[in-house]
T-cell receptor
Framework: DGGITQSPKYLFRKEGQNVTLSCEQN?????MYWYRQDPGQGLRLIYY???????QKGDIAEGYSVSREKKESFPLTVTSAQKNPTAFYLC??????????????FGPGTRLTVL | QKEVEQNSGPLSVPEGAIASLNCTYS??????FFWYRQYSGKSPELIMS????GDKEDGRFTAQLNKASQYVSLLIRDSQPSDSATYLC????????????FGAGTRLAVHP
């Protein structure tokens, strides 16, 4: 069963804690992305990775960190430095078709709440 | 000016009608455009991609692209209550790392 999985579905964090959100894909996609969505707003890019062992900051990287040790996995750590982390976090991966299409697909998301 | 703009809605249409969703973008050289559907509490689902000027049809959905006017639209024919969702327009920025820019979305409500 191919796709993108994210865990956990819901996550609660206390002030000052670091938490790690998991993202795994078995689609053999090279590129992976992390977005944040706040109520009534569009998606904002946190980090992205185009190949293993390489990643770049997106528009709102402060307070977050990532790693890309395997093609299938792109975990996101929300650190205590992120002052307003309550949001819906979405992982995505990108397909590049033979026609040059660049379609991006999303996992089911993790809803993070700071207590 | 926002890079991708959409009317937030809600756009309310009766069941069976055509729903028309619009999106404008600022990057003149963008070549790839996408429509995602997002149900409340769920992740976005890709429903249409369009790369060339004109219309692209897939079932009840038609995407329309006009690069000269920098707008892309989505038409949903024979709207159903199950189409009620937020529709996100996304534009792939030119150059670099294939960065998708999303609009804030238009909420569509189809009433019986």
């Amino acid at each position: 069963d191919g796709g993108i999985t994210q865990s956990p579905k819901y996550l609660f964090r206390k002030e000052g804690q670091n938490v790690t959100l998991s993202c795994e894909q078995n689609l053999n996609h090279d590129a992976m992305y992390w977005y944040r969505q706040d109520p009534g707003q569009g998606l904002r890019l946190i980090y992205y990775s185009q190949i293993v062992n390489d990643f770049q900051k997106g528009d709102i990287a402060e307070g977050y960190s990532v790693s890309r040790e395997k093609k299938e996995s792109f975990p996101l750590t929300v650190t205590s430095a992120q002052k307003n982390p309550t949001a819906f976090y979405l992982c995505a991966s990108r397909h590049t078709g033979t026609s040059g299409s660049v379609e991006q697909f999303f996992g089911p998301g993790t809803r993070l709440t700071v207590l | 000016q926002k890079e991708v703009e959409q009317n937030s809605g809600p756009l309310s249409v009766p069941e069976g009608a055509i729903a028309s969703l619009n999106c404008t973008y600022s990057d003149r050289v963008s070549q790839s455009f996408f429509w995602y559907r997002q149900y409340s509490g769920k992740s976005p689902e890709l429903i249409m991609s369009i790369y060339s000027n004109g219309d692209k049809e897939d079932g009840r959905f038609t995407a329309q692209l006009n690069k000269a006017s920098q707008y892309v639209s989505l038409l949903i024919r024979d709207s159903q209550p199950s189409d009620s969702a937020t529709y996100l327009c996304a534009v792939l920025l030119s150059g670099g790392y294939n960065k998708l820019i999303f609009g804030a979305g238009t909420r569509l409500a189809v009433h019986p």
